[in-house]
């Protein structure tokens, strides 16, 4: 969750010149135009890159994820209600006679070079790398080594930065890929859990678990309802009838981001200190919104209290939206989502002029239900349910204002829930 934004920072590149963003536009416009093609476009621009033939290259892909509601809660063992949807990272791998890893992406200029026998450090300069060497780590600490090297190639039509989980797709996906090139034979549960083992032993962001677990798990046209205390989970039909779901990015860089996540979950942890022997409990989500107003007022920091009464009302918020997808009642989510923004917004602080601009002015947009931001906020993206026939004069009418307001232009596209990680061939 270390907001995956630019990469090829300063790759070393023994194997020759790489990418660049330039040379990556062919492959955006084949994803846009035929994404049948596409694969078959990256497996030629692997050959070129790193030579041989197609044969033995494996193909992977990784979603994104949006979460429908249920923010900031994963940690506090609460209920959320993600679901991954149709963007994808995908990663072509093939194993090398030597111990050399190479990574490369097509939209980043330079590529990496580590070795499996190195015992890997997060390195500010290694950029995306990172993620990579997180869970090559976390696989040596379960007692896998890769046998060979390999070496690595990417393309993402996810954005970037944007909350909607590059990185998460990137651990996850680069993960299953090794797991099976390697034969660890690791489920896609333990795949989950090793990105978040990552992210909080290598990438140092004490994240929960949803990312990694949708993006994981994830079906086509199904959203999943996971309780993050218990890990189980259920899968629940995004049945939108006339409705989409739309991805608003803000198109913020995000700054300072890592540690105000880690500062909101440290204040979860103060509130549950002073709630948890009062009311009994282990979590704060275990918290009904009634045991919680009884006991509030012994948290002494208002600010601290506000964070709690968020997860509380969130939680309950979540349950109610999964009952009013399964009966049908949009109008009821939509209710929800605008809830939840506002919660967020005055609660637990991490919506920010950008995030609420996009729910202000979407909700203002005449076949819009509602609106909220998605993932961890602080910039990133929000989602709104909006008319299918609407979609076109929705982004107008919000992308303007969302310019006059902040000057930065936001990017749309209307989603569908997709599969979890593939192996493509
Ligand atoms: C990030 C984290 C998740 C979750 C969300 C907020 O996406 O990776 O674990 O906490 O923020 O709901």
């Given at each position: 969750?270390?907001?995956?934004?630019?990469?090829?920072?300063?790759?070393?590149?023994?194997?020759?010149?790489?990418?660049?963003?330039?040379?990556?536009?062919?492959?955006?416009?084949?994803?846009?135009?035929?994404?049948?093609?596409?694969?078959?476009?990256?497996?030629?621009?692997?050959?070129?890159?790193?030579?041989?033939?197609?044969?033995?290259?494996?193909?992977?892909?990784?979603?994104?994820?949006?979460?429908?509601?249920?923010?900031?809660?994963?940690?506090?063992?609460?209920?959320?209600?993600?679901?991954?949807?149709?963007?994808?990272?995908?990663?072509?791998?093939?194993?090398?006679?030597?111990?050399?890893?190479?990574?490369?992406?097509?939209?980043?200029?330079?590529?990496?070079?580590?070795?499996?026998?190195?015992?890997?450090?997060?390195?500010?300069?290694?950029?995306?790398?990172?993620?990579?060497?997180?869970?090559?780590?976390?696989?040596?600490?379960?007692?896998?080594?890769?046998?060979?090297?390999?070496?690595?190639?990417?393309?993402?039509?996810?954005?970037?930065?944007?909350?909607?989980?590059?990185?998460?797709?990137?651990?996850?996906?680069?993960?299953?890929?090794?797991?099976?090139?390697?034969?660890?034979?690791?489920?896609?549960?333990?795949?989950?859990?090793?990105?978040?083992?990552?992210?909080?032993?290598?990438?140092?962001?004490?994240?929960?678990?949803?990312?990694?677990?949708?993006?994981?798990?994830?079906?086509?046209?199904?959203?999943?309802?996971?309780?993050?205390?218990?890990?189980?989970?259920?899968?629940?039909?995004?049945?939108?009838?006339?409705?989409?779901?739309?991805?608003?990015?803000?198109?913020?860089?995000?700054?300072?981001?890592?540690?105000?996540?880690?500062?909101?979950?440290?204040?979860?942890?103060?509130?549950?200190?002073?709630?948890?022997p009062l009311a009994g409990v282990k979590t704060l989500c275990e918290l009904s919104p009634e045991t919680f107003a009884k006991h509030e007022k012994?948290?002494?920091?208002?600010?601290?209290?506000?964070?709690?009464?968020?997860?509380?009302?969130?939680?309950?918020?979540?349950?109610?939206?999964?009952?009013?997808?399964?009966?049908?009642?949009?109008?009821?989510?939509?209710?929800?989502?605008?809830?939840?923004?506002?919660?967020?917004?005055?609660?637990?602080?991490?919506?920010?002029?950008?995030?609420?601009?996009?729910?202000?002015?979407?909700?203002?947009?005449?076949?819009?239900?509602?609106?909220?931001?998605?993932?961890?906020?602080?910039?990133?993206?929000?989602?709104?349910?909006?008319?299918?026939?609407?979609?076109?004069?929705?982004?107008?009418?919000?992308?303007?204002?969302?310019?006059?307001?902040?000057?930065?232009?936001?990017?749309?596209?209307?989603?569908?829930?997709?599969?979890?990680?593939?192996?493509?061939?």
């Amino acid at each position: 969750m270390r907001f995956y934004t630019s990469g090829g920072s300063s790759g070393s590149s023994a194997f020759g010149a790489s990418g660049s963003a330039a040379g990556a536009a062919r492959f955006f416009e084949t994803a846009e135009r035929d994404a049948s093609k596409l694969v078959s476009e990256l497996l030629d621009e692997f050959v070129e890159r790193y030579g041989g033939s197609r044969d033995s290259i494996g193909v992977f892909a990784a979603p994104a994820r949006i979460n429908i509601i249920g923010e900031h809660i994963d940690y506090n063992g609460g209920k959320v209600f993600p679901a991954a949807i149709d963007k994808y990272l995908y990663l072509l791998i093939r194993k090398r006679a030597d111990t050399k890893i190479a990574y490369d992406d097509v939209r980043f200029p330079g590529k990496f070079e580590f070795d499996v026998n190195d015992s890997f450090s997060y390195k500010q300069e290694n950029d995306y790398a990172n993620y990579l060497n997180g869970i090559l780590s976390m696989m040596a600490k379960a007692g896998h080594r890769p046998s060979r090297g390999f070496e690595v190639l990417m393309f993402s039509t996810i954005p970037a930065g944007g909350g909607v989980s590059s990185s998460a797709a990137l651990e996850c996906g680069f993960a299953w890929a090794v797991s099976e090139s390697f034969g660890f034979g690791f489920d896609r549960v333990e795949i989950a859990k090793m990105g978040q083992r990552s992210e909080h032993e290598f990438m140092n962001v004490q994240c929960g678990i949803m990312d990694q677990f949708i993006i994981a798990v994830g079906k086509k046209e199904q959203a999943i309802v996971l309780d993050c205390d218990t890990l189980e989970y259920r899968y629940v039909p995004l049945a939108l009838g006339d409705y989409r779901i739309v991805v608003m990015n803000t198109n913020k860089k995000r700054r300072l981001a890592e540690s105000k996540y880690n500062e909101r979950r440290s204040e979860c942890e103060k509130a549950l200190s002073v709630l948890g022997p009062l009311a009994g409990v282990k979590t704060l989500c275990e918290l009904s919104p009634e045991t919680f107003a009884k006991h509030e007022k012994s948290i002494a920091d208002e600010t601290v209290r506000r964070r709690a009464r968020h997860c509380v009302l969130e939680n309950e918020r979540v349950n109610r939206s999964v009952a009013a997808l399964e009966g049908g009642d949009l109008r009821l989510l939509g209710k929800l989502l605008c809830e939840s923004h506002i919660s967020l917004r005055d609660d637990y602080e991490v919506t920010g002029a950008e995030l609420d601009a996009l729910y202000e002015e979407s909700i203002k947009v005449d076949g819009c239900l509602g609106a909220r931001m998605t993932g961890a906020g602080f910039g990133g993206c929000a989602i709104a349910i909006v008319k299918a026939d609407a979609f076109d004069r929705f982004v107008a009418q919000v992308g303007a204002e969302y310019t006059k307001r902040t000057g930065l232009v936001a990017g749309f596209f209307a989603c569908s829930a997709g599969d979890g990680v593939i192996r493509i061939r």
